[in-house]
């Protein structure tokens, strides 16, 4: 057995809106990620939901980060985690199986004016 440790993905830390729901369900709920990487995400949450929920996730990228009109990163996966804080308030950490980079006009998503160039 290799005892060689797989290095962890870095991580981003850097608030912006997302929204998210259990994969074949209609609504959308909405929170704010705390970190990203490229293999998962940790976000604040009203709704929290089940570990080993497949889910669908779409985190607005602001003009800054992507260098033209608003984008929006719709990525599926699970849910891996549920973090309630002692402010009863929640996060989930869901993995990133795949996503992709589309762009966006819903102002549900587009990210806070202080991200704006």
Request: aromatic share 6%.
């Amino acid at each position: 057995m290799s005892t060689d440790l797989v290095p962890r993905a870095e991580r981003f830390v850097v608030e912006l809106p997302v929204r998210y729901r259990a994969v074949g369900e209609p609504g959308w709920s909405y929170g704010l990620t705390r970190n990203i990487s490229t293999t998962g995400l940790l976000f604040n949450v009203l709704k929290p939901l089940d570990v080993d929920t497949p889910v669908e996730i779409e985190v607005a990228v602001p003009r800054p980060f992507v260098g033209h009109d608003h984008a929006r990163l719709t990525c599926t996966g699970h849910i891996v985690r549920g973090i309630r804080e002692l402010d009863d308030s929640s996060s989930l950490a869901a993995t990133i199986a795949s996503y992709r980079l589309l762009p966006t006009d819903d102002p549900l998503l587009v990210a806070h004016e202080s991200y704006e160039s």
